[in-house]
Every structure is written in C-alpha cells, then in structure tokens.
C-alpha cells in the first residue's frame, strides 16, 4: 500500500482563474513527495465540523520544493468555502489517495481526452508525460471558451492540441469525444487516458474499444471516508464474465475503460 | 478493554483501512462491519448524502458473506489483540442463528453484535428491532448456537427502547448497543430526485446525539445488563454526555470520516479529563448525572 497521510496542509495562494473556477495550491512535503497523477486529496473544507464529509480533488500539479495544488469549480457549500480560503489558512488533508494513471513503458503516442473539470487530473499527467518525452495529445472540451483551461499552455507544450465547445465559441461545437475517431486515425495513440463526465467516459470507452486502443479513465463519486472503508463510493467493474464492486477511491479513481460497468 | 471506546460497525470495515491512521492495539474494541450469511452487494449508488451536522447513508450492508469474512478477515484481526466484535445482520432468525454458529468455531471473537435494524423480510420487511417478539426470538435462537457473548443493537426507529430492552435481557442478551441510525430522506431539488439511490438512508452524526442521548438514559435505566453508546459522537466531551447518562463504553461512528484518528484522539482526550477532575477511572463518573 503507497504512503498515505492524515496531515494539515498550509495554503500557499488561493486564486481564481474563471468565473467559479479556483487553483489552490498547498504546502506538505509527505503528499507532495507521494504524490501521482491520478491521484486525489482528500479535504475538509471548513473548520470544526461545519462539513462533516471531505470532499475529494484531483491533485492537479506538483510544484516542487513540497508544494502541489488542486484546481476546482465552486458546485455546492463546500467548494464555496473553500473558495474562501486564504494564504496561511491550514486544512486537514488526507493524501495521496487512490490508484493513480498507469503508464505504460511501451507506449510513446498517448492521447489525453479531457471533459470540463477534468482537465484537473490531466495536467499533472501531461507534466509527467513530458518529462519523460512521450508524444502527447490532448483533446480539450468545456462549456464555453472561458473554461478551455490551459488551452495556450498544452498548445505550447504538447504535439497536438484539439478543441471544442459546447456552445462553439472556440473550435468545433459539440462535444470533445466527437473528435476522437479522426484524432485517434490521425495520430495513432497506443494509450489514451481520459477524464470528465461520466457520459463522456462511456463514449471513450465505446470507441476506444472498437479501434482496440487502451484506455483508462478517472471516476469521481461523492466520498464520505475516502480510505476504502465505508463501501460509499462503489462501482461495478467486469472480472471474468463476473461483475464485481470495487472501490472508485482506493481500487480507483483509475480504470481500464473495457472494465467499467456503466450506470448511465 | 483498555478504555471505553469502540468503533461503530459500518464506518470502519475490518480496520485494515484505517492502520496507516489508527493503532488498532490502542482500540477499546474493534467493531467490524456487519457480515450477512450470504454475499451482499449493497444498493445502487449514490449512498451518501450530507445533511446539516450529519449524513445520510444506504450502503445497504453490502458485504463478501460471513464464510469469505472468516478465511479473509479473521486472519488480519487475529494480528492484533484488542477484543474483535463481529456484527451480524440478517434477513431472517435462522439467518443470524446460522452466523453466530459459524463465528463460534473462531478464535478470537470477544464478541457478537445483533444488528436487528435489519427489516424482516417474512413479516412484511418490519424491523426486528421494532417489535420485541422478533427482538427476543433472534436473541434465544442465537443463545443456542454460540456462546459469545451478544450485544444487541438496537434502533431509534420506535417510540419506546426501555421495552425491547428489558425483553432482550429476558432473553438473555449480554449487553445492548445503541443508537443505529435514524430514517431520513433529502431531495436534490435541481432534479427533484431523492439524493440517496435506495430513496431512504439512515441518518448520523453530530445531529441525532441528542436522541441518542435521550435514549441511552432510558434504556440505562431499564436494564442491568451493560449498554454501550453511540450516535453523533466526535469528541471525548460528547462521549461523557453517554456515560453520565449509563453507558458503559461508547462507539465513535461518523467521526472517523471527519478525522480518521478520531477514536485516538478520544481515547486520549478522555484520558485527560480524568486525570484533570481528579477521576482514577471512568466508573466514577458512569450513570452520575443528575436526573
């Protein structure tokens, strides 16, 4: 079992990079030395038992010198609060948790398909992608143009970067996975891995499937212990003409996309 | 038992999650998760819910089935040595009769905890713990088939505790447990969906200690057999509220999901307590309160 801690985190800066959209980044030398891409934190997000449930966020980026960060869309009361938070403010963490993205040795061509928020868990992998001179692609979808996050980053940083919009504000209108046919015909990934709704990740998977392409997704669910204890945050995965439960917090966040056994 | 603090069956597994947290040897008692006769795969998701100082759960008691608990998780606990109590649920009498007799053939079970919030699914899905016929049945069944020693855990889902207590004493109950959780509901009013999967979910945490409180009282004082208490406690000092009221020992449930060193933290806290009032153990201070 990797390392996992139950520590207080300092914050470091606290800044808003959209509308209702926060990049949080922390201080704590154990989670960040720890930590892999794929990986998540979880955080409590107001002091004394204001939340009595954590809630978990991708680690979105390591900096270095102990530091990583979490990006997040403010969607209820706890990212509300947290949205609040500001430098030297402490929270309690648990971290790194989970499974993380597998990278295969082999693999060079890797296509990254990104949904909305997340893109969180996705730049922590490009980083490590890039520093280990993979080729990268990434297919990057949002609601709008002022939620393609780090579009001018990735199309500096990675070999091909491809867009859409749902309402069409920048690149091709409709959703991100409406790309992925012709992506995948033209740059001929040996892996893909993807994150986002849930809705997306069916169709990556579908598709993936046909072409006979790897895939592994990152799966999200409301988490009360986030340890592997509790049995909240189940999914059901296929294991020998079997379905069995597994665990999207410490079996997961990560899965082969062919295994899921989708709700939707 | 090292001190009076337990882990609440459901919020803990088997412990084997919680070790890089918690030392289990530091545990008053291990509380496992409750193991049903046959394989459970629980209800759809999702099974939580947060609700104002609480949450609502349906994870429907999912569980591998007492056989795969005895060669899987038995071994782990037997690395340890605070007392293990086994909670076991069921859908019928011969079912937690089948159970216990399995368990008695196990080294190491200090104890069996009857979780009888389970609906009854011959007499039309009715608790067990509703109605003390049932209650006493599952007790004197159980009584024939193991000798361990069986708490039975009680739910707050029925208007008087005191009765069923008593009856399950009768019976020949060792100890009792409570409060399980209490039915609620929470509507999302986006989708004007039910939060929870299964609909309905049992309500913990911080907002139903007072229930629980108000209950372990009740049945403190209606029974001689020892009563341990639970529900809503996060802290040493909300534990005390348990035993001025009667409790013998505490199980700290939801709190372990606010801090996963929550039962050490209280094993200490409460430590010292006594020591600064002056208290040389915690029997000094169990059913004292003035009422």
Known sequence: MSNIHNASAKVISNEQIAADIYRLKFYNMKIAADCKPGQFVHIQCGRGRNFILRRPFSIHRKNGGGSFEILFQVVGEGTKALSNIKPRDELSLIGPIGNGFKIDDEARNILLVSGGLGIAPLIFLVDELLSEKRRVCVLLGAANRERLLYAIDLKRLVRKLHIATDD??????????????????????????????????????????????????????RMACGVGACLSCVCKVKQEEKEIIKRVCIDGPVFKAEDIVWET | MKNPIMTASGTFGSGREYVPFVNLNKLGALVVKSVTLNERSGNSCPRICETPSGILNSIGLQNSGIERFIAEEIPFLSSFDMPLIVN???????????????????????????NISCPNVKKGGMLFGQDPKMAT????????????????????????????????????????????????????????????????????????????????????????IPVIGMGGISSARDAIEFFLVGAQAVAIGTANFIDPAATMNIVDELDSFLNEKGFKSIKEIIGQVKA
């Not at chain 1, 996975?177 to 069916?202: H, N, Q, R, S, W």
């Not at chain 2, 399950?168 to 004007?192: C, K, P, R, Y």
């Open chain 2, 88 to 114: 076991v649920a069921g859908e019928s009498v011969e079912e937690y009769a089948r159970v216990c007799a399995l368990l008695e053939d196990v080294r190491g079970v200090s104890g069996i905890e009857l």
């Open chain 1, 168 to 221: 069409g504000s920048q690149g091709h209108q409709g959703p991100i996975v409406d790309l992925l046919p012709e992506t995948i015909e033209e740059f001929e990934p040996e892996m893909i891995y993807a994150c986002g709704p849930e809705g997306m990740l069916k169709r990556i998977a579908g598709i993936a499937g046909e072409y006979n392409i790897p895939a592994q997704v990152c799966l999200e669910r």
């Open chain 2, 137 to 224: 049945e599952i007790v004197v069944e159980c009584k024939k088939t193991t000798k361990i020693p069986l708490i039975v855990k009680l739910t707050p889902n029925i208007a008087d505790n005191s009765i069923i207590a008593r009856e399950v004493e009768n019976a020949g109950a060792d100890a009792v447990s409570l409060i399980n959780t209490l039915m609620g509901m929470a509507i999302d009013i986006e989708t004007f969906k039910p939060m929870l999967g299964n609909i309905t979910g049992g309500l913990s945490g911080p907002a139903i200690r007072p229930v629980a409180v108000r209950m372990v009282w009740e049945v403190a004082k209606a029974v001689s």
